[in-house]
């Protein structure tokens, strides 16, 4: 039995290989998730959730460049692993400058202006500076050129770093919704599909009333009550995605009990649950597989809807969604970019998930083998 178990995942795993397409949007997404694992690593900007903001330099495009002077404060105490994975607890104070000067008695800076002006000019003393020994030594030490590769939000923050940051809200909410969904859609599907009658028109009830409500109100709803927030979002995105996975488990269990290995083991004295898990759920989890690649898909997109209207991950949080209801308006204004490259990283992201399904359903379809 192991063998033949082995032989049939051998299979499934050559015909996927031969998907170009699955095999490069798999390697898409293994990169996508290497990225939200080390995003504080890779991000420019690696202080919690990116929010670093610079007013004097907002909506720049991309490629922008500009002098940074740095005012340290105190140091937060942070162990590196925190640092890794959360961000860094940052107070220091960037001031983006177009021009400095060194002199016996202070170190004078202009502030960079959006129309090119003249800057205010300020003068800090040495002071302030604690690992310098003399003014001459501020700028190597304080002021850094800092570019801006796809330019800044309409705050200032650097627009690559929170969308690297930002790529963690999109595959959570994928992981979690899912994994809600397949526990509560696989155990009702099971049960109903397995012992009929009364109980299957129960959760068929239940699998209707829910299918009825149209997908994004029922997430409104469930966000309104338990409140706006990034696990409440996970939540109730996956309590509204169970609905088709119950059906087709429901199907699949109805047709998998008939067949004559599902009498032998009830014949052998074998109780139901051992039955269904053992016996049934694993002959019908091919159809569950291709379903949740496509609820990846249905649960970015949803939680993004929900950070455009102003109910999913929370400021100064960042997520896609989020950035595209910042700066939508941006692209009646001169500046598209600002919202066309979250959308386009959503774009990829979700076509990824359905390539993967596409290709995991011809590679689990038994009549091609």
């Excluded at 692993?81 to 021009?99: H, Q, V």
């Excluded at 100064?316 to 308006?329: L, N, V």
């Amino acid at each position: 039995m192991k063998n033949t178990s082995t032989s049939l995942t051998k299979l499934t795993l050559q015909k996927f290989k031969k998907n170009g397409w699955g095999v490069v949007s798999f390697g898409f997404l293994v990169l996508c998730v290497l990225v939200a694992i080390f995003a504080y690593v890779l991000a420019p900007d690696n202080s919690q959730n990116a929010n670093q903001m610079h007013l004097s330099i907002h909506s720049k495009s991309p490629g922008f460049q500009v002098k940074i002077l740095t005012i340290p404060s105190e140091k937060v105490s942070q162990n590196k692993l925190s640092i890794l994975f959360f961000g860094k607890k940052n107070t220091d104070t960037e001031i983006p400058i177009s021009n400095f000067q060194v002199t016996k008695n202070s170190f004078q800076i202009t502030e960079y202006t959006v129309d090119g002006s003249e800057g205010l000019q300020k003068k800090y003393p040495l002071s302030l500076f604690p690992k310098a020994t003399s003014f001459d030594a501020i700028p190597k030490l304080y002021v850094s050129d800092k570019n801006f590769l796809l330019g800044t939000d309409k705050y200032g923050r650097d627009l690559l770093s929170r969308m690297l940051i930002g790529i963690r809200i999109s595959l959570a909410i994928g992981f979690v919704a899912v994994f809600i969904s397949l526990i509560i859609g696989v155990t009702l599907g099971a049960i109903a599909g397995y012992f009929g009658g009364k109980v299957d028109a129960v959760i068929m009830w239940l699998i209707n009333v829910t299918w009825s409500i149209p997908t994004l109100l029922l997430v409104i709803a469930i966000t309104l009550a338990l409140g706006k927030g990034f696990w409440q979002v996970f939540i109730a995105v996956g309590l509204t995605m169970w609905v088709e996975v119950a059906r087709v488990v429901r199907g699949q269990v109805m047709g998998v009990k008939q067949m004559q290995y599902v009498t032998a083991a009830r014949a052998l004295g074998y109780n139901d649950l051992r039955i269904i898990t053992k016996h049934i759920l694993p002959n019908s989890m091919a159809p569950v597989i291709i379903i949740s690649a496509a609820n990846f898909a249905g649960a970015i997109l949803i939680e993004s809807g929900l950070s455009f209207l102003g109910i999913g991950a929370q400021p100064p949080m960042p997520s896609w969604g989020g950035i595209i209801k910042d700066h939508y308006s941006y692209i009646i204004l001169g500046k598209p970019y600002l919202a066309l490259i979250p959308g386009l990283a959503i774009m990829s992201l979700v076509t990824a998930f359905m390539l993967i399904g596409n290709a995991l359903r011809d590679a689990l379809d038994v009549k091609n083998a």
